[in-house]
């Protein structure tokens, strides 16, 4: 749940995030990591180490991060530490935000960190 003076840019990404199954929000500072069953899918980063960068931090299929940095370097970045594995980060400090873009980039990553089966019922 979002507190009242929480970054705007947080609570849309969290709402994007609560919408999938067993999806979880930890909060540390300006950050949020969203995970499934221990497994994160999602980082939101509000000036990490003081980059003054505003972002979500999504893995991607192999190469597909190089390609969008590529595509648009105003837009996405290699993040640091969890890039060179596979994971892209995606301004959201810019005068334009395409949101179905979150949202499609935020669900690819959860596609490929979600357990392939679902747990067993307690």
């Known amino acids: 749940?979002?507190?009242a003076t929480e970054d705007r840019r947080l609570t849309r990404v969290t709402a994007i995030c609560e919408k999938l199954p067993d999806a979880e929000r930890t909060l540390s500072g300006d950050h949020a990591s969203f995970t499934v069953r221990k497994r994160t899918f999602t980082y939101f980063l509000n000036?990490?180490?003081g980059d003054g960068i505003v972002a979500v931090n999504c893995k991607v299929l192999p190469g597909d991060n190089e390609?969008?940095?590529?595509?648009?370097?105003?837009?996405f970045?290699?993040?640091a530490y969890i890039g060179h594995r596979g994971w892209v980060?995606?301004?959201l400090d810019t005068p334009q935000v395409?949101?179905?873009e979150v949202d499609e980039l935020i669900k690819g990553s959860y596609q490929l960190l979600s357990p392939k089966r679902k747990?067993?019922?307690k």
Do not use: F, Q, T, V
């Open 89 to 91: 980060g995606l301004r």
């Open 67 to 75: 390609a969008l940095i590529r595509s648009d370097p105003s837009r």
């Open 119 to 121: 747990a067993k019922p």
């Open 1 to 3: 749940m979002a507190k």
């Open 47 to 49: 000036n990490h180490h």
């Open 77 to 79: 970045y290699m993040p």
């Open 98 to 100: 395409d949101w179905e």
